[in-house]
């Protein structure tokens, strides 16, 4: 590679600060600092974090465990962010980290990275939300339910099945229009987002507030739990994890990585605002600020909300809230069923607006690859309000249809059949490979260093290069986590990502037949 970035597949233009400007790609310079930091905070704000700490504490058995999950999670995004945001300034072009894979690794990483995110990271994310919203619709409305068939189960194998639930068109229904929203030009897609970020974050704030205030100061039962001695908790690594092999302190450790799943997988969606990176002005400087102050934000609010559960519920309240729910079960010890359902409604404005900053920013990453010929051309192109309407349907079409597919479980004892839904399982497969992209990227600021001494850099990661060795051998500690725990699943992630190999050469073959001058 020359030390000159490639942007050849995304345009190059000039920028005038202080003043909208469009690329060659149609898209507009048209979002300041405050939209990029809402973008940052919105889509990592979505359910996770009033939902996934009952996980990761049945899994560590300890309050401090839990919150040290939390705080790691935290320090891995920190540490990327601050990586990330050198490459965001030095191509700051649509795609984000697609482009990034790209120019470091070549178009072949850079592909499998953009088909990982359509076929499941970020389509089977929206669709997640999208039934998050839809669960807790339904706590208003009870006729939303999961069993609630207008299409009942039709069995397709003996592990899957398809069904239309009132809770599956209602996410149907959500996915459709913020993805129609979103097609109406940028202006429309940042109010709806600025607007339920805004609420969702003081939502969460407020949840903050009233377990510090009201719950510290009622002497929970969490505090007299061991908070660092999971067995004086009667935890014990074969109930945390049925079949586990391993004993102590080992099994403990080994327990507290497979933990931060939820707690690392609340925070990943930072990256979303780099996908949007040619429609930001002054990206130099508003795409860090956006970066480390959004993520800053969302880590501190994180760590904060689950001392505030563990002020307010006993330990083993958290650990077993109905169907995982731990924020509604800590508003509503304290203010009863209207805090539950004032809760209730927080989580429906913060799935909204999460969903609106996945849908709005992911869309640009299949524009991206197409401008490289390695999408449909449709998806390349811009409709009259300068935003990438094909790619925004093609991603709403293939999200909607994640929500139809549901697993099938058997009860042994019972025999009684439950349904899940599918894209939840794929999200667990794909967890190892996603970090590894993750480590990939993190990689790409050493690679290019090397490679693109003299490409402009308005901003050069703080650290260097001990940031970047702490995110990479914390995300690569995970991996090992996970392959030693879930081998199985991490295999079947690393097989959906291998899926785009064929992929990619059947497009590049056609992109060569088309124009025979690419290589």
Not at 128 to 152: H, M, R
Not at 235 to 259: D, H, I, R
Request: charged fraction near 10%.
């Amino acid at each position: 590679m020359s030390d000159k970035i490639n942007h050849s597949s995304v345009g190059v233009d000039v920028v005038v600060p202080g003043k909208p400007s469009a690329s060659p790609t149609g898209l507009r310079r048209a979002l300041g600092p405050i939209d990029a930091t809402m973008i940052v905070i919105g889509s990592m704000i979505g359910s996770g974090i009033f939902i996934t700490s009952a996980e990761t504490s049945r899994l560590t058995g300890a309050p401090g465990w839990l919150l040290l999950a939390w705080a790691v999670a935290g320090l891995l995004t920190i540490t990327g962010a601050l990586c990330c945001s050198e490459l965001a300034t030095m191509m700051p072009r649509a795609g984000g980290v697609y482009v990034f894979l790209r120019e470091a690794y070549g178009p072949s990483l850079g592909f499998l990275y953009g088909w990982s995110l359509f076929l499941v990271i970020q389509t089977g994310t929206i669709a997640a939300v999208a039934i998050a919203f839809a669960k807790f619709l339904g706590v208003f409305v009870p006729g939303v339910a999961p069993d609630a068939y207008l299409i009942a189960p039709i069995r397709l194998t003996s592990g899957y099945a398809i069904s239309l639930s009132i809770e599956q068109l209602i996410a149907i229904v959500l996915i459709a229009l913020l993805t129609w929203t979103n097609t109406r030009g940028l202006e429309l897609g940042k109010l709806v987002q600025n607007v339920f970020t805004f609420a969702k974050t003081t939502a969460l704030a407020g949840v903050v507030v009233v377990g510090l205030l009201f719950g510290w100061s009622a002497m929970s039962a969490a505090r007299s739990s061991a908070w660092w001695d999971s067995w004086a908790n009667g935890w014990t690594a074969q109930v945390a994890q049925p079949g586990f092999t391993f004993a102590g302190g080992l099994a403990l450790t080994l327990l507290f990585g497979k933990s931060m799943v939820g707690p690392v997988f609340a925070q990943t969606a930072w990256t979303n605002v780099t996908f949007v990176g040619s429609e930001i002005r002054d990206p130099g400087k508003n795409l860090v600020r956006a970066l480390v102050l959004g993520c800053g934000i969302v880590v501190v609010l994180y760590v904060l909300a689950n001392l505030s559960y563990l002020a307010i519920l006993p330990f083993s309240e958290i650990q077993h809230a109905p169907q995982n729910r731990v924020a509604v079960a800590a508003m509503k010890a304290v203010f009863g069923n209207p805090g539950a359902l004032c809760m209730a409604g927080a989580i429906m404005i913060s799935t909204f607006g999460c969903n609106n900053g996945l849908i709005l920013a992911g869309a640009r990453v299949y524009f991206a690859m197409a401008r490289d010929r390695l999408f449909f051309q449709r998806i390349g192109m811009t409709n009259r309000f300068h935003v990438p309407a094909a790619a925004l349907v093609a991603q709403g079409i293939w999200t909607a249809l994640l929500t139809l597919p549901r697993t099938i479980t058997i009860n042994a004892a019972t025999h009684e059949i439950s349904y899940g839904n599918v894209y939840t399982q794929l999200l667990e497969y794909i967890v190892s490979a996603d970090l590894v992209f993750y480590i990939l990227m993190i990689g790409a600021v050493v690679i290019l260093r090397r490679t693109a001494p003299t490409a402009a850099r308005p901003y050069r990661t703080w650290g260097y290069p001990l940031v970047p060795i702490v995110s990479i051998l914390l995300a690569a500690l995970l991996i090992v986590d996970l392959a030693l725990l879930v081998p199985a699943t991490s295999g079947i992630g690393m097989l959906l990502v291998l899926t785009g190999v064929p992929v990619y050469f059947l497009w590049r073959t056609r992109a060569r037949a088309s124009s025979p001058g690419i290589v």
